[in-house]
């Protein structure tokens, strides 16, 4: 009785956190800046490590052709095809964010994985949710939790057509949860101008194996 008790305590769940990206040398990755290219777009950003954090700096600024804002972007472009980039993240809730933002813009959005929604748009690839970066001038934990990502999203906007709380088709899945293969972050869809620090991102609140 006693030892089948023990066996049970070792293996309960309990809330844990997987250290995703970041920029003190625990969790590195290759990052890459994107703008926005299509329909002749004007938004100009970059990417630089520095002092322990990634800084994302730019302006987002409207694409002539569409007359409304397009976007900057800095993503992990880590190439590994037989082997697996990121932690499997399918027994955790959410994506947390430690980031700090110099300036009040209001378009910030974080990606993960590269699927496709069923009908979805052209150029829309991968999970993506938008977050509040918080105070300005301070580090700030932002929590995204996984059912706020969506795959089916305005190629053109960025904005959700269709989020994964309305059909659970647009959650992320098990394949994007087991290896997201690369992340992004977003100034996207409101012009402005851009500068943010980041210090981290983990998975949260993971059930994990408690060995005794």
């Known amino acids: 009785m ?7 305590l070792a293996l309960r769940p309990c809330a844990g956190d997987v250290l995703l990206a970041s920029f003190d040398g625990e969790a590195s990755h ?30 987002v600024v409207d694409v002539p052709a569409l007359k409304a804002p397009g976007f900057i972007k800095a993503a992990v472009v880590d190439m590994k095809p037989f082997g697996r980039i990121f ?7 959410s994506i947390t964010l430690t980031v700090k933002p110099d300036t009040d813009y209001k378009g910030y959005r974080f990606s993960i994985g590269n699927a496709h929604a069923p009908g979805g748009k052209f150029f829309a690839y991968g999970y993506k949710a938008d977050f509040d970066a918080g105070k300005v001038g301070e580090f700030n934990t932002v929590t995204l939790p996984l059912t706020s990502f969506t795959d089916y999203w305005d190629d053109a ?5 269709k989020t994964c709380q309305e ?14 293969r690369t992340m992004g972050v977003w100034a996207e869809g409101v012009a ?7 210090k981290s991102v983990m998975a949260t609140d993971c059930a994990q194996l408690v060995h005794v």
């Not at 059909?167 to 994007?176: E, F, L, V």
């Open 2 to 8: 006693a030892r089948a008790l023990l066996l049970a």
């Open 30 to 59: 290759h990052w890459r800046q994107m703008n926005d290219p299509v329909m002749g777009g004007k938004s100009t950003g970059s990417f630089a490590e520095s002092g322990g954090v990634g800084v994302f700096e730019g302006e």
């Open 87 to 93: 932690p499997d993240i399918s027994s955790c809730k």
């Open 157 to 161: 906007t960025g904005k959700a057509i």
């Open 167 to 180: 059909d659970k088709i647009y959650c992320p899945d098990a394949k994007t949860l087991q290896d997201m």
């Open 192 to 198: 402005g101008k851009v500068r943010l620090e980041i």
